[in-house]
């Protein structure tokens, strides 16, 4: 096997990591488990791991050109942006008009500050739980310019680690359009991703990196576990409680499930979440939700840690199938007009 196709394995094996711990950290919020040792160790590391790996498929060639760039990665990031709030504002829709509750999603929208945020896709909008898209297309956009045009190394590393460094210590309670905040803080880690493809750190001493890792992850997740309830760590709110501590826990937690994944080279099942992580980070809100309101409408007990795998496994599932029903959808319909 080349090394070409063996990054690309290890590559959607991390994704399909990364995006059942997004599934099961968000079910902990939703279903009020009792889980905050979880969440915290969740919430530590699982976004920037996506940025990471991101990073290293980032490619910047000498014929590419900023508008060339940005009009592709706005259509692979804000065309399923609008199919997500779409599908989000219909399952509020149904739901508002089948439970006849209250909604928050609508009552945000009755007001001015709501529909301005909203518009501004910022983190206080209505689909702030898709704040990673918008974040995503401008970090990709500002780690472009830096890679395209700061032509001395140390130059561009120091614009891509201080401004995050910077923005993770300050902790801005700020609401920027397109989630501009989050996304300073995820080019740091789009270009660790990129150093890392590019010096091939991940296929060397992997083992003993694997050791390290995990150790460090270990040791500073267990400082967090004493700290968790002073802290607060909201990555899309730019609000990390202990710098030192997030910094750790994300490159080492990071950087574990990555160099686990290129020893472990093939997993059919973590390989689809990965090609599909996408679409299933899209969907999951909405099954989520179903998901809850139908254990409600059953009286059955979500509190335990059984009913989160369960319903995490079940929410993987059905978003996965929606997938790839989807993308075969979109193949056929692109290729009518192709």
Same mark, same amino acid.
């Given at each position: ?30 279903? @009020? ?25 980032? !490619? ?9 760039? #940005?009009?592709? !990665?706005? /259509? ?10 779409? #599908? ?7 739901? @508002? ?6 909604? =928050? ?20 909008? +209505?689909? @702030?739980?898709?704040?990673?898209? %918008?974040?995503?297309? $401008? =970090?990709?956009? &500002? ?22 460094? +910077? $923005?993770?210590?300050?902790? %801005? /309670?700020?609401? &920027? %359009? ?13 270009? =660790? ?20 890792? =995990? *150790?460090?992850? +270990? ?18 709110? $730019? ?16 950087? &574990? *499930? ?6 472990? /080279? ?17 969907f999951h809100y909405i099954i989520q939700n179903a998901l809850r309101i139908a254990l409600d409408f059953l009286n059955i007990n979500i509190g335990d840690i059984l009913t989160l795998i369960i319903t995490t496994v079940l929410n993987l599932l059905i978003c996965t199938a929606l997938a790839v ?10 290729? /009518?007009?192709?």
């Open positions: 096997m080349d090394n070409k196709t063996e990054r690309k394995h290890y590559i959607d094996i991390a994704r399909g990591v990364a995006i059942i711990l997004v599934v099961m950290g968000h079910a902990v919020n939703e279903y @009020s488990l009792n889980s905050e040792p979880l969440e915290k160790i969740i919430y530590s590391f699982h976004m920037p791991l996506f940025f990471i790996i991101s990073g290293l498929v980032f !490619r910047v060639k000498d014929g590419d050109t900023f508008p060339a760039f #940005l009009k592709k !990665r706005s /259509k692979g990031l804000m065309l399923p942006y609008l199919l997500f709030a779409a #599908l989000i504002t219909l399952a509020n829709i149904a739901q @508002s008009v089948i439970l006849k509750a209250p909604s =928050a999603f609508f009552d945000l929208l009755k007001t001015k500050s709501g529909i301005i945020y909203t518009l501004l896709l910022t983190n206080h909008g +209505a689909f @702030s739980n898709l704040w990673f898209l %918008p974040s995503m297309l $401008v =970090a990709q956009a &500002l780690l472009f310019i830096v890679l395209k045009y700061v032509k001395n190394k140390y130059a561009a590393a120091a614009l891509c680690f201080l401004p995050s460094i +910077a $923005v993770i210590f300050i902790s %801005p /309670k700020i609401s &920027l %359009p397109l989630c501009f905040e989050s996304a300073v803080v995820s080019v740091m880690y789009l270009y =660790a991703g990129v150093l890392a493809n590019k010096t091939k750190f991940v296929e060397k001493s992997k083992y003993a990196k694997l050791i390290i890792f =995990a *150790v460090i992850f +270990a040791l500073y997740s267990a400082i967090y576990l004493t700290k968790m309830y002073e802290l607060r760590l909201s990555y899309y709110e $730019v609000q990390f409680g202990s710098p030192l501590l997030f910094l750790a826990t994300s490159f080492s937690g990071s950087m &574990l *499930v990555i160099e686990l994944s290129y020893i472990i /080279k093939h997993c059919k099942i973590l390989e689809l979440l990965g090609r599909y992580s996408l679409y299933i980070f899209g029903v989807w993308v075969k959808i979109k193949n056929k319909m692109r290729s /009518k007009n192709d």
